[in-house]
């Protein structure tokens, strides 16, 4: 029992690393498009894969969370980003 039990633990260790290493590659090309002057484009990009997402999950009839998380997420990646968002 005491090794299934380091063998699980050890399993959830190497999991949670590469969480946290995916994580933080993701969060250093952002920083990194952000500093060359490419993140519009990159938002751009992602706003034209939510809005098809979104109209994907339309012309299935896709209801609850899921549905609705891709629809906001194409509206704020579809706004200007200069305007000032409303609670922030």
Same mark, same amino acid.
């Given at each position: 029992?005491?090794? $299934? @039990?380091? %063998?699980?633990?050890? /399993?959830?260790?190497?999991? #949670? !690393? %590469? *969480? +946290?290493? +995916? ?5 250093? @090309? %952002? +920083?990194?498009? /952000? ?6 484009? *990159? &938002? ?5 894969? !939510?809005?098809? #997402?979104?109209? #994907? ?5 896709? &209801?609850? $969370?899921?549905?609705? *998380? +891709?629809?906001?997420? !194409? ?7 200069? &305007?000032k968002r409303s609670g922030r």
């Amino acid at each position: 029992m005491e090794t $299934v @039990l380091n %063998i699980l633990l050890i /399993r959830f260790g190497v999991i #949670a !690393a %590469i *969480v +946290v290493v +995916v994580g933080l590659a993701g969060f250093a @090309l %952002i +920083v990194s498009l /952000r500093r060359r002057g490419k993140g519009e484009r *990159v &938002r751009e990009g992602a706003a034209v894969l !939510a809005k098809s #997402a979104a109209r #994907a999950m339309e012309r299935r009839g896709a &209801r609850g $969370v899921r549905g609705e *998380v +891709v629809r906001q997420a !194409a509206r704020w990646l579809d706004e200007d980003p200069d &305007r000032k968002r409303s609670g922030r």
